[in-house]
């Protein structure tokens, strides 16, 4: 396979051109790091320099590593902070950016005392944005994600019935994306039911569903490293008044995001959209949480469309869009999809109906 | 049921005791929070002063903070340092200890501008006993996740034979692990056959399982929050006299560790203990990670049992006990047990079988 095949010098190159003037950049994200070498594992540092690269990995992931990340020198170090002074000093290091959003303040006193001379400047933003627009390849591995995922919904969607526990759906439905081609579940199914439905974050338990309960189900699956996410809200046998206007309402929150969603309009722009639908009907105060997030390598990435955030989305960026009412002590409704954005509009990547349905 | 029952006040005091002098404790750590309050949501702040205690979450977790931390005042945030800086004011603390291993560079920075006239001081070691030592129900939690993942494990290895692909083990191992009461996987089971288990951190791939490969199983379940952790490596259909060698020897490194462990001896001395057993054979260049880990809220806590640890093992404590040789580009091994400290000795809480078995 031609080396230029790969996606990962050019993200480098990128990284390189955007800080022109450093002397060295220090990556520790575990997902910064696969996106800019492949490599897959779950500790390690990557140190960037103007003509060198070099991944740093305990011995755990020394064979790893160097299968993965064919771009890179692979250096072995017993403790992390060691290894980074070591590479540092052979590279005549003046200066390091760090990122500032991974390194604990622990870590950082280490480096301070061991990086005596050296000067370490946090990188804050400078990241933030660097795997927001995604290639075809990402894209793929989403959408590929997102159908895998979907398709495990519909076939264990009979099972949300009284008298079934929400754990039970929860196992059945990982099971079945991991049989069918996901790498895993992109996090920990929420399966919420009745008043657990009220909790934006509530982890599946052994509430038993009953007859008018509201179930929500939010799910992903994970295909070559990248994520789904995709929340359904449904009724169990009935669904009162109240709870039908609730979620007609929460889906025309959701209908008009998307219909916004193009490139040029500004993340706060996209939740401002959402909340006063929300808000005209008197639920904003139950809209306890942001619109939506970008997706990828992790399932909670930039950018993030909450209020007030000036992001201006571009083609590529693959956002999802997840307004939600909560009830405390009642119920709830949360209904997002996963989009790609396009310069006229956007691509909705996952695939489960949002019509208000009554199992 | 009366309050007294609840574990977390008495936990609360003992960090007030260990920390007498202090302003306030800033706790960040998932974990340590959830030990200290019960909240098991998954982003937060926790600050303890003499007298009070306030547990800051933002919107998505106040129902489930008010329901679960009992014993303290719940306080919703949109900005977490915005939220830890409004209790530190209304508190009129004049010091402020965080969890320097948990806190980033980005958030203290912010921290310290917000806080101006407040010292801001780095705790290191002082939390990382903190849940060191086990109570009886958190044992028994352990006991009953090992439990659990054993009798899943002995369900599934019928599975493990020519033309199976890792992946699949690992799916159905989970799903059984789920489907009898697990709340989780412990983390990302690994099932590496053939050279795979050459690689210590292998995730589940799709090469298909063959004649001769050693295949190492490591795994775990969740049970009430807390981990177990054990790995099995066994031969499919047969094993050369070279990886018979090797086994034997890593299972001795087993077995005299675990002679080995009781309370009052030092950590690093399980590890030598374990080290010198593969020295001996020749093999310690292939043993490439320390020979155990705390287990409990978190699969890899304090203690580290790893060269030259001056950390005594302290009765209750529960490490796990797992030696392995890798053979880079060949095969490996690894037997691992996750064990309680008493007094005089230890007690083996996983249980599955770790004679060399041939699949």
Redesign the interface.
Known sequence: MPETLSPYPARVERLRNALPEKDALLILGEKNIRYLTGF???DGALMVGPDWLTLLV???????ARQEAVGAEVFEFRIRVEGIESVARRQKVGAVD?E???????E??RLQEKLSGVTLR?L?GELQSLRAVKDEGEIGCIAEAARIASEALADVLAMVRPGVRE??IA?EL??RM??TGA??AAF?TIVASGPNA??????PGFRTIGPGDCVVIDYGAVSGGYHSDETCSYFVERADPRQREVYDRVKEAHDRAIRAIRAGVSCGEIDRIARTCLDEAGLGEYF??GTGHGVGLDVHEGPRLARGREEILQAGMVVTVEPGV?L??LWGVRIEDTVLVTDGGCRILTGSPKELTIL
Chains 1, 2 share one sequence.
């Open positions: 897959a594992g779950s305990d011995g755990r992931y020394v064979t790893q760090f500032s959003q991974v390194l604990t303040v622990d950082y006193l946090p804050s754990k039970e196992v990982e099971y991991q049989q790498e895993l920990e009220a909790l934006p974050h509530a982890t306890s949480h909560y405390p002590g």
